[in-house]
């Protein structure tokens, strides 16, 4: 889903290149660098995140195949060996900063409204009730 909707840029050089201009909207202020590094390698997650989240509201599927590649894209390592739905979105949730509580009971009291799993997780509730 997500591969045949776009192909990812080289994860490191969009990363690389973000950091960049984010150390120079700063004027390069010393002392910032990793900070501008791991800012960028978030925002590079979330930007995906969001692409994928905007493919399942017009596909309306979440599959293994496409959560794993995913998560790859976003960086967790061994994705492809990852097999439940749950735990990759977690996986993913983890890895941006996000408590994991998808399709958890969790879930019905979250109130982490930066979450992009959020909409889906709302439609879960919705069709459970």
Known sequence: MLSHAVKPVNRHQ??????????LARKFEPGKGL?????????????LIALYIS?????GAMTILSLQQLAGFIGIQ??????????LV???????GHSP????EINRLCEEMEC????????LISAWY
């Open 90 to 96: 977690w996986a993913i949730q983890n890895a941006t």
């Open 101 to 104: 509580c998808f399709r958890s």
């Open 55 to 59: 493919i399942l509201e017009e596909d």
């Open 35 to 47: 900070a501008d590094w791991l800012e960028a390698e978030l925002d590079y997650s979330n930007m």
């Open 116 to 123: 992009k799993w959020r909409a889906e997780c709302r439609k």
């Open 78 to 87: 061994n994705s492809e060996d990852i097999f439940s739905e749950i735990e």
């Open 14 to 23: 969009w990363i690389s290149e973000a950091a960049y201009y984010k150390a």
